[in-house]
């Protein structure tokens, strides 16, 4: 059994945030990490960030998701329409690179130039009981998102008020007491892939406003 980590490892508390960031990337063989507070807020994140640069008016995905995620939709604005398509691990947002890996977590998964969302929540595969992550490759992309999941602050200002321009961000962090437990959990290799959950054919609900 390998030591496990405690938050008393680490001066600075933030570090635990980058060390789990570190320790997924090695794990998906992505080039970059950033860990969200939940797999939705990492899906609004990119869905934000890709409308920034491109357009994105309508979006197309499976019907059998968690409600959260046409809500997503309405929050921001975006058409979309719903598929009747089931999958396993992971599926697509058609028309973007954005991935929902919300039931995916394997060695060597990351797909080269997308942005593929984890979920840490229960009944997933690195199940922590809250969080998630952005998978990407994109310098530029990692360079924006990671400021917006944290309210636009720089991460290198210490302490914060020493930053005196933030671009606009969400209070959507992973604590760091998370991440220690997701760094003991991946570095012990207590991963399972063989969650099963059924959803619901969300095609019959109505979201109102």
Not at 34 to 59: F, G, K, N, P, Q
Not at 74 to 98: A, C, M, P, S
Not at 112 to 123: E, H, P, V
């Amino acid at each position: 059994m390998i030591n496990e980590k405690s938050i008393k490892d680490f001066k600075n508390p933030f570090d635990a945030i980058s060390k789990f960031e570190e320790l997924l990337a090695d794990y998906t063989g992505a080039q970059y990490v950033i860990t969200t507070d939940c797999c939705t807020h990492a899906i609004e994140l990119c869905l934000r960030y890709e409308r920034s640069i491109e357009y994105i008016d309508h979006v197309e995905f499976t019907a059998y998701t968690y409600l959260s995620v046409p809500m997503t939709m309405h929050k921001l604005g975006i058409n979309y329409e719903l598929l009747d398509e089931q999958w396993v691990g992971e599926y697509q947002f058609l028309g973007t690179r954005i991935w929902d890996s919300a039931r995916r977590l394997e060695r060597d998964m990351y797909k080269k130039s997308q942005l593929q969302c984890l979920s840490f929540g229960r009944t997933k595969p690195l199940e922590i009981g809250r969080g998630g992550a952005i998978l990407l490759d994109d310098k530029e992309a990692y360079k924006n998102l990671i400021r917006m999941r944290y309210d636009g602050r720089d991460l290198g200002y210490i302490p914060w008020e020493n930053q005196k321009t933030f671009s606009l961000g969400f209070h959507y962090m992973m604590r760091p007491e998370e991440c220690i437990v997701g760094i003991n959990k991946l570095t012990n290799n207590e991963i399972d892939n063989n969650y099963t959950h059924k959803y619901p054919d969300l095609k019959g609900i109505k979201i109102v406003s």
